[in-house]
């Protein structure tokens, strides 16, 4: 009998067929927990500062490497003004009306980072990121092997300017690509200075945390 397209027969010597992908290719997993991969690649990159917990940012979840800034953050202490999150507040911060006595941003955002098994869906989360600064993806090195990241995903990834980090089968890291620095940058408006917000209340509970261990 005729085998129907993505179909094989079975070797059995039964007559039924089972159904099989017409595209079978590897299967690609992360070597490593996300949080542990990212906190590898972050030096890689440059970047300098803690690796906060995984966030979801606009629907992306992503890695976000961030550090204290000493004047700003003693400055937030003594006024008592602790990290602000309502989004709605912090866009009236951009305000010129508002430029004298919006506080400055206490942490200083050195990149964010996306773990992903696939380049496309790693460089979906990563993108919104590069408009204001450094963004990488960290991938299998089973997903940097093939035309399709080669013809595909590295003329985006340099487009846009981000780096990629590969992490083989025993979770070592290598950088692939760095992060370009000849894409528009949008500097900071209301969107970043509410992601700095976030980015400042998750270091504190990373701090807190550390002190009480």
């Known amino acids: 009998m005729a085998v129907p397209p993505g179909q094989i027969a079975t070797t059995s010597g039964s ?3 089972r159904s ?3 595209r079978v290719g590897p299967t690609l997993e992360l070597p490593a927990d996300p949080a542990d991969l990212a906190r590898r690649a972050a030096p890689l990159l440059g970047w300098q500062g803690t690796v906060l917990p995984q966030l979801t940012l606009f629907g992306r979840r992503v890695f976000v490497v961030a550090r204290l800034r000493p004047e700003a953050h003693a400055e937030r202490i003594a006024t008592g003004l602790r990290p602000v999150t309502e ?3 912090v866009a009236t911060w951009t305000w010129p009306e508002m430029s ?5 941003p206490a942490v200083h ?3 964010v980072l996306a773990v992903a ?5 790693g460089m979906a989360a990563a993108v919104p990121f590069a408009r204001y600064g450094e963004a990488a993806m960290v991938l299998p090195t089973s997903a940097t092997m093939s035309h399709d990241y080669v013809d595909n995903c590295l003329p985006r990834a340099r487009m846009y300017g981000l780096g990629v980090v590969a992490a083989d089968e025993n979770a070592k890291v290598d950088l692939d690509l760095t992060c370009g620095d000849d894409h528009l940058n949008l500097g900071e ?7 700095h917000e976030v980015a400042y209340e998750r ?4 701090e807190g945390a550390e002190s009480i261990a």
């Open 203 to 206: 270091l504190l509970a990373c």
């Open 189 to 195: 408006d209301e969107v970043w200075r509410w992601v």
């Open 20 to 22: 099989i992908s017409g």
């Open 109 to 111: 955002i050195a990149g």
């Open 117 to 121: 098994r696939h380049w496309r869906t």
């Open 100 to 104: 004298r006595i919006a506080p400055p």
């Open 15 to 17: 007559s039924s067929v």
């Open 87 to 89: 989004r709605a507040t």
